[in-house]
């Protein structure tokens, strides 16, 4: 694939402007919708202004303006200004990030026992610290921040009740919800969402009541000492430190876990046959036995086959992944959450999955990661991606997946590069440990009845490429895909993707799935990515910055798209984000966060007809530059305190002392 160099976006002369005229011609924008706000509190729908007017007329904003406390986003500004050298991060990782819950930015919160109409039943009694009297509430709660509640619009109700934002759309004067009972009904017995965590099972997760007993199979084998001498045995200890958990496959690691696989391994037997879905009376045994049976010359079992083999799922009957030439929406943490995968799937996206989730954490039935499991009911073809060191672990945890959520496959991070995970032996770590590679892959794959599927770099290292190594092994072990992002751990964004090496792992993989990723931001760097012989592309950053991309790359078009347009993927993320994180003040600041954190993408779109040629690259830097509008110059701002302005536009003023940095460096074009 051609690579985009660094360099700067070539916008039409026209457009270009230096950074000086762009800030000072959007202060003063500013400030003379401020004036027009003081003089008419009206509300105005900025999507409804005619964008052939000039910019300084196009819109008006909500008077938030004025109450915005920017006092501190200046104060955070100026100390980093003060202090360069100090701001020393690890890399990837935004330590000094201010850590704001949105609890926080409500002081008097209302006991959840009265939101839900029942005072009397509050567990916590006189020691509760939530406020029980209505009435005190609504003399302290902020202002409501519009007069339509989406969730009561939509659903004929909002649980929220008096705690929602947009509560004067369904709440009387005595306090009472009001319920549209034809709309409730409507929607009885249809789960918009899938995969929460019951109360039921969080309880045993937490008493550790849970069976795995497919797992515990797994893990007994490898507690075994292999014939072949214990050469793995040290490397193949567990995450819970266990002694004595011994590597059943005749070993082909060292020590220290190296690979030292021979590349280019053939395909055994039985993994071929499985995948023309023609079964061998020996498939009816565990995998991972038999995949080392094949290497050795004499047949080693784990003993007589019994009722027991005979009725688990073979390789062969699992369902298959049909995932052929589809558009997949990569994993991405925080930005890749429920609200924006609906977007995605709107404008087109295939395949989608779920946001890193860490098995520990799941294991341990922690609310907020299994928040990232959730699956909307348009999400037709989803994935949950899980992260882990130890097979122990990532056993169990697909296990428990596997009895308790719905999903179509599960997919092991192998690629992630940032040090929390990385030094423990997870993520990008995994593909210099074979041994423990291996034993999570198969382990995994011998507990689900979903296909598994790997994502994986180049390597680590920048020039030394492992992909190649291990992707043959991975087919062996029984994954049915893998996905190569084509940069290694060390080189993050810098530099290009390289798709030449995507090309000859794709060939390596065959006749396994590969997904190919890595900088696809048009439908030309899409069809050169398939030319290169992958199944499939993956887009990430792509889908973050135009979540349009998706409808690009089937209609093979570039879509000029309207800042008005644009505008209305953020009302429906809003509207999508309400729903999902709540309508209450808590809600509306988590939906906020996370527009934050896309709009720190989105404003790296330059629009199609601004530019001297098409495409745009991804790893070109936008000069300052004017758009045709005053929103398409807003939404192009690279400034958070402009991020902050079009998200009161939708959910009204940031609280006071609200502050905002984004967790991902969105601004890596080199
Ligand atoms: C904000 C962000 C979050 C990401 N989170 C994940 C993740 O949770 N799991 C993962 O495997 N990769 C994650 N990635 C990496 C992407 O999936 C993808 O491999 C990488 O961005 C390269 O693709 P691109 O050039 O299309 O952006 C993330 C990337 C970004 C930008």
Redesign the pocket.
Known sequence: MEAAGAGVAPIRAQYLTSKEQFHAYLKAERESRNQENNQDDGEEDPSSNDQTEPPAKQMKLDGADQVRNQGSQEEVVKEEEKKPQERKRARGQNKSRPCMKPNHYEKDRLCQSVIQECAEKCYFGSQCRFLHDVGEYMAVKPSDLGDSCILFKTFGKCIYGVTCRFARAHLGEDYRNFVNEDLVKQWEGKPLVRNSLSKELQQRLRKKKVCFDKSSEYLSHLGKPSSTGNAGNKAAGNSTGEEGMTNCTASKGNAEGVDVLPPGEETPEYLAVSEKGEASESMVLQSSCLADASKDSTLKTIGPVTDEDVIKLRLCEKKRLDIQGKLYL???????NLPFRRICKRFGADVTCG??AVCTNLLQGQSSEWALLKRHHTEDLFGV?LEGAFPDTMTRCAELLNQTIEMDFVDI?V??PIDLVYKKGGGCALMNRSNKFEQIVRGMNSVLDVPLTV?IRTGVQEKVNLAHKVIPNIRKWGASMVTL?GRSREQRYTKV?DWEYIAECAKLASPMPLFG????LSYEDANRAMQTGVSGIM????A?IKPWIFTEVKEQRHWDISSNERFDILKDFTNYGLEHWGSDTQGVEKTRKFMLEWLSFLCRYIPAGLLEYLPQK?NERPPYYMGRDYLETLMASQNVDDWIKISEMLLGPVPTNFIFLPK?KANSYR
């Open positions: 990569a994993p991405l943490t925080t930005c890749g946001e890193m991606q991070n690629g992630c994502k992002h993707a990723n890595g900088d696809i887009i990430a950053r792509g973050l991804i991902h």
